[in-house]
């Protein structure tokens, strides 16, 4: 048996350790996520869509720019109740596309 820590400096390991050999946690370790989900495993959420707010931290820039972005067709989304969403490969396209135009000029 562990000798009981006393300090309020007890480290969280120790706590949980105390705790599992009183029964009062199970230590489950962790897997990472994968991608592609394997049969007869538990789906695993992943990042679907962004909003618009969060594309706009994305690419450095202001919200109201990434709405006329939206707005005007520059950057796709779809309406998602009262919401825009973004996928992932639409920001990328977006991307790719500013970076063509600035080669071509």
């Given at each position: 048996m562990r000798k009981e820590t006393t300090t309020a400096t007890m480290d969280t390991t120790d706590l949980l350790d105390q705790l599992a050999e009183r029964g009062i946690v199970a230590l489950v370790p962790q897997q990472p996520p994968t991608a592609h989900r394997q049969a007869g495993s538990p789906a695993l959420a992943?990042?679907?869509?962004?909003?618009?707010?969060?594309?706009?931290?994305?690419?450095?820039?202001?919200?109201?720019?990434?709405?006329?972005?939206?707005?005007?067709?520059q950057l796709r989304s779809i309406k998602?109740?009262?919401?825009?969403?973004?996928l992932p490969e639409w920001v990328d396209e977006y991307i790719n596309r500013r970076v063509r135009e600035q080669a071509t000029t």
């Open positions: 992943t990042r679907r869509w962004y909003s618009v707010r969060e594309v706009a931290d994305m690419l450095g820039y202001g919200l109201s720019k990434t709405k006329m972005l939206v707005t005007t067709g998602d109740g009262k919401y825009r969403r973004i």
